[in-house]
């Protein structure tokens, strides 16, 4: 399927094992790595930065794999979950950063239809999570208010 806002057919890349098993090299047992994962999350960490950091210091390549559940899980019932999705928070502190560059070069009309595109795929997402229950019924986005949540 083609994606929505480039002219980009599809999406190539590298792709995981078909059936999953626990690595050879792996020592570290399930509670252990749930630690390692609070200890990180409480260093303020993101639950994707977190799995970089399994996957690059720690020698631990899918978490899902050895605990049967994802990092967002574990954070979930640790109750160390961000209030606003991470992805959603990236998309906002985009809109910030256009706003601002709109501020200083009025007549940039790139950077308008980045702004439109962008504050649609918030709202888009806003809505997924909005019926899955990540985020509250009455939660809206304002482009004012943003400034806020990037802080």
Do not use: C
Not at 11 to 39: D, M, T, Y
Not at 57 to 83: A, C, F, M, T, W
């Amino acid at each position: 399927m083609a994606r929505m806002h480039s002219r980009v057919k599809g999406k190539s890349g590298s792709k995981k094992p078909l059936q999953p098993k626990k690595p050879f090299w792996q020592s570290k047992r399930p509670k252990e790595i749930e630690l390692l994962i609070v200890k990180l999350a409480k260093e303020g960490n993101t639950a994707s930065r977190i799995g970089a950091i399994l996957r690059d210091s720690y020698g631990i390549p899918d978490v899902k794999v050895l605990l049967k559940k994802r990092i967002s899980q574990v954070l979930k019932e640790k109750d160390l979950q961000k209030e606003i999705p991470e992805d959603l928070l990236a998309l906002i502190r985009k809109t910030v950063k256009i706003r601002s560059h709109m501020e200083e070069n009025k007549q940039d009309k790139t950077s308008k239809r980045g702004l439109q595109i962008t504050e649609s795929k918030i709202k888009r997402l806003v809505k997924y999570y909005k019926n899955s229950g990540r985020l509250a019924e009455n939660w809206k986005f304002d482009p004012i208010k943003a400034k806020m949540f990037v802080e």
